[in-house]
C-alpha cells in the first residue's frame, strides 16, 4: 500500500518568514495529494490540494509543489503569521475506485511573534 | 450547513467494554470514512462506506467494524476494548461523483480507555 513520509516533525519560524514541509511518497499510481492544517484540538480542514496534471498551485501565501519523477511534494508558506501555528498533514491517494487518503504523521509549526 | 457532525465528543471506558461512536456526513456527500489518531499522529485509515457497504479497509482488526444508514450515517464500532484504542476518531465524508478524495472531517469523538 501507500507509505507516505513527512518532515520535518517540528519547525519553529519567525513570523514573516518562510516555511516549507516536504512529502514523499511510494505509490506511482497516487495522483492526489491534499494538505490539511490542524489546530489544537481541531479538526483537520482542508488548505491546498494538487493533482498529477499540475506542477504547482498556489493560493494566497501558500503554494504546494509536486515532482511525480522524484515523488515528493512540499507545502510552501511565506510572510508566516502566528495563527499559521498549527499541525501540517500532507496526504496522498488514488483518484480511481474505492481509493483513500494516506496520511504523513504531521509537523508541528510553530511562528513566534 | 453544519459539515460533519459526530458523537459523543469525549467519553471514557473500560477495556474490555465495547463503544459505539456516530457520524452525520455534511449535506450532500454519499461516502463516509473513519480514521483513528493517536496523539501527536496523523489519522490513520480504518475502512470506508459508500452505498451502505464497507468499500476499503484498513490495517485494523475485526474488532473495529461499522455500518452506513440510508441517510449516509455511519457509526463505528470497536468490541473488547484495549488501552490502546485510546485515541481520536475521526470521521470524514465525501462525494464519490467528484473524482478524488476531497475529505470534509468531523471534530472527532475522543475515546479514553483505562
Known amino acids: 500500500g501507500e507509505n507516505v513520509e513527512q518532515h520535518p516533525s517540528t519547525l519553529s519560524v519567525q513570523e514573516g518568514d518562510s516555511a516549507v514541509i516536504k512529502c514523499t511518497y511510494s505509490d506511482s499510481a497516487s495522483n492526489y495529494f491534499p494538505w490539511y492544517k490542524q489546530e489544537l484540538g481541531k479538526r483537520p480542514q482542508l488548505i491546498i490540494d494538487i493533482r498529477s496534471n499540475v506542477g504547482e498551485k498556489k493560493d494566497q501565501r501558500i503554494a504546494v509543489t509536486l515532482n511525480k519523477t522524484a515523488k515528493h511534494f512540499s507545502l510552501h508558506i511565506t510572510e508566516t503569521q502566528p495563527e499559521d501555528s498549527a499541525v501540517y498533514f500532507c496526504?496522498?491517494?488514488?483518484?480511481?475506485?474505492?481509493?483513500?487518503?494516506?496520511f504523513g504523521k504531521g509537523t508541528m509549526l510553530l511562528v513566534s511573534p | 450547513d453544519a459539515g460533519v457532525t459526530q458523537s459523543p465528543t469525549h467519553l471514557i471506558k473500560t477495556r474490555g467494554q465495547q463503544v459505539t461512536l456516530r457520524c452525520s456526513p455534511k449535506?450532500?456527500?454519499?461516502?463516509v470514512s473513519w480514521y483513528q489518531q493517536a496523539l501527536g499522529q496523523g489519522p490513520q485509515f480504518i475502512f470506508q462506506?459508500?452505498?451502505?457497504?464497507?468499500?476499503q479497509r484498513g490495517n485494523f482488526p475485526d474488532r473495529f467494524s461499522g455500518h452506513q444508514f440510508p441517510n449516509y450515517s455511519s457509526e463505528l464500532n470497536v468490541n473488547a476494548l484495549l488501552l490502546g484504542d485510546s485515541a481520536l476518531y475521526l470521521c470524514?465524508?465525501?462525494?464519490?461523483?467528484?473524482?478524488?478524495?476531497?475529505?470534509?472531517f468531523g471534530a472527532g469523538s475522543r475515546l479514553t480507555v483505562l
Open positions: 496526504a496522498a491517494s488514488k483518484n480511481s475506485g474505492y481509493s483513500t487518503l494516506t
Open positions: 462506506y459508500y452505498e451502505e457497504e464497507e468499500r
Open positions: 470524514a465524508s465525501s462525494f464519490r461523483g467528484s473524482g478524488a478524495n476531497v475529505l470534509t
Open positions: 449535506s450532500g456527500h454519499d461516502t
